[in-house]
């Protein structure tokens, strides 16, 4: 069975899907980046994990802090992401802020009144800072991690970055689903100006031999090459290369190929001419409406493909091929 055409089927078929995901991500990606929806969506999160009280707003004092500013990539645009190192080191600094004392001198020379902070040593300003801390769910918090350390500011320090990062999972969990319903959008978009129609794309696949062999070599290279989805560097040379390397069961008059319409000189005409020719195709064919129906729900299947994301289909395609080298090598 798995010497069988059914196993590369299913490999071409994921590839050619986690390529789709992977334009439509680089088009939300690029949205989202104009409107900054990422960055205030972590932002939002953090307010809820951080708080604050009537007196302190511990959100703005971490956004405040200068190695968090030093983040944003424009002035006045709020950082999208946030290392669990920085994360970790500034709630340290913030923390110690509340430990230390702050007088108010007049400088001898020049008769100006100079704000000062009083530093201790680095250990008994983090502890005196928890102790000044407002109550809140914040401190309870931060008061255990300390316990729990045996007051070592390392292990401390280390539990408040696991704490940051388990609840970064849940910040990522949280906007894949909140970009779920613009993902499907843009896929159902993009499928039909780019005519990704699952049906034909599966049936492309099926039966056509040479084909399917040819994207297979290409994902087994794309397996080889990315060990994992943050080492991509999508761009517009990324799909051009694979578009122009193979022969993608995609695009307009990918149908009628070797049809009436070829031989009507669709090759010579423009983009508006040749819609107006398959336009005409389609309705001139037998079942005209029936095909055109099956076409839409074609389009359809492959906007809710997309909304799985590109890691779900960058992690199927890994256990796939690795599924195919195993029983090679068995074989």
């Not at 914040?138 to 696991?162: A, C, H, P, W």
Request: aromatic content about 16%; proline content about 2%; charged content about 25%.
């Amino acid at each position: 069975m798995f010497n069988s055409p059914i196993l590369d089927f299913s490999i071409s078929l994921i590839f050619l899907f986690l390529l789709f995901s992977l334009l439509v991500s680089w088009i939300m990606e690029f949205i989202a980046s104009r409107f900054n929806r990422k960055g205030r969506h972590l932002k939002k999160m953090l307010y809820a994990l951080l708080g604050g009280d009537e007196t302190i707003n511990w959100t703005s004092r971490l956004y405040n802090h200068p190695l968090i500013e030093s983040l944003s990539v424009k002035y006045n645009r709020i950082t999208s992401y946030i290392p669990e190192d920085t994360f970790a080191e500034v709630i340290n600094d913030l923390i110690v802020e509340e430990g230390r004392e702050y007088t108010i001198k007049q400088d001898p020379d020049t008769r100006e009144y100079v704000y000062k902070e009083e530093k201790g040593k680095y250990d008994e300003d983090l502890k005196k800072g928890l102790i000044n801390m407002h109550d809140s769910d914040l401190k309870r918090t931060l008061q255990m991690f300390y316990d729990q350390s045996g007051e070592e500011i390392g292990e401390f320090t280390l539990s408040v970055k696991n704490w940051y990062k388990d609840y970064m999972d849940r910040v990522n969990h949280t906007y894949g689903r909140k970009i779920r319903k613009p993902l499907i959008i843009i896929g159902c978009t993009i499928a039909l100006f780019f005519n990704v129609d699952f049906f034909h794309i599966t049936n492309r696949l099926w039966v056509d031999a040479n084909l399917r062999e040819s994207i297979v070599v290409a994902a087994e290279s794309f397996h080889d090459k990315y060990a994992d989805i943050n080492s991509l560097e999508l761009s517009k040379k990324f799909f051009k290369d694979y578009e122009n390397s193979l022969d993608l069961p995609i695009g307009w008059g990918e149908e009628v190929k070797k049809t009436e319409v070829v031989e009507q000189g669709y090759y010579e005409k423009n983009m508006f001419q040749r819609g107006g020719m398959i336009i005409s195709y389609y309705l001139h064919a037998d079942s005209s409406w029936w095909l055109i129906l099956i076409k839409l729900m074609g389009f359809l299947a492959s906007g809710f493909i997309v909304a799985f994301g590109a890691p779900f289909w960058f992690d199927l395609l890994k256990k796939a091929v690795s599924f195919k080298k195993i029983v090679k090598s068995k074989s």
